[in-house]
């Protein structure tokens, strides 16, 4: 099955600054890859989705860029504010399968400070 | 809409107790999953449905059995509860097959077993 591979686990950054979270996979049909936000006490929910045909999305302040030959992904978010501290999770999936899951990787705590 | 609904919220066992978790969602969406979240591990797949009357494994379903009651409702049995399903637990519902399309979670239930 599919591993999902998720870096850093903890990431500390300054209000303003960017902050980078990287994924690799391991199935090449993987052709989804969500990201999830969780903040405390609630449950993960979307902010950004990219298919394998492109290699970069942006909405705003955040960016999702693909490597399919390197089967590696990455979050990006510019000008980070105190509100962007959360969990963020990576995922890939096989789109168009019913037998297809969403494998997640294990989570980045990324904290901005004031 | 409220979404995806868990309940309860919190919940403490004794090992060898049994208990129901319940998730309903008002999106007619004919995918849900049960997910459980343990620090450092992500999120990973105890049983999905992928529409009603239709259920199968996923990564970790030993100790849990899953009731597709009709489109809306999908529960999640723990027959007699062990230290090791100490978790939170997600409920989660998509409009299309597994791992297609969004997710949307509920917000969780902490279960600790003594």
């Known amino acids: 099955g599919e591993n999902v591979e998720q870096h850093p686990s903890t990431l500390s950054v300054q209000e303003g600054d960017s902050a980078v979270i990287k994924c690799t996979y391991s199935?090449?049909?993987?052709?989804?890859f969500p990201w999830y936000k969780q903040e405390l006490g609630k449950g993960p929910q979307l902010i950004i989705d990219?298919?394998?045909?492109?290699g970069e999305k942006k909405d705003q302040r955040i960016a999702v860029t693909l490597n399919k030959t390197a089967k590696h992904f990455s979050l990006h978010i510019t000008e980070t504010q105190p509100e962007d501290s959360a969990v963020y999770f990576c995922?890939?999936?096989?789109?168009?399968?019913?037998?297809?899951?969403?494998?997640f990787g294990r989570g980045t705590q990324l904290t901005v400070w004031p | 809409n409220a979404g995806v609904t868990q309940t309860p919220k919190f919940q403490v066992l004794k090992t060898g107790q049994s208990m129901t978790l319940q998730c309903a969602q008002d999106?007619?969406?004919?995918?849900m999953y049960w997910y459980r979240q343990d620090p450092g591990m992500g999120l990973r797949l105890i049983y999905y449905?992928?529409?009603?009357?239709?259920?199968d494994k996923g990564e970790v379903p030993n100790g849990y059995n899953v009731s597709r009651l009709n489109k809306r409702e999908f529960s999640l049995r723990l027959e007699s509860a062990a230290p090791s399903q100490t978790s939170v637990y997600f409920c989660?519902?998509?409009?299309?097959?597994?791992?297609?399309?969004?997710?949307?979670f509920g917000p969780g239930t902490r279960l600790t077993v003594l």
């Open positions: 989660a519902s998509s409009e299309l097959g597994q791992g297609v399309g969004e997710q949307f």
């Open positions: 199935d090449s049909a993987s052709n989804y």
């Open positions: 990219i298919r394998s045909n492109v």
């Open positions: 995922a890939a999936s096989v789109r168009g399968s019913t037998l297809g899951r969403l494998y």
């Open positions: 999106m007619n969406h004919n995918s």
């Open positions: 449905s992928a529409s009603e009357g239709t259920t």
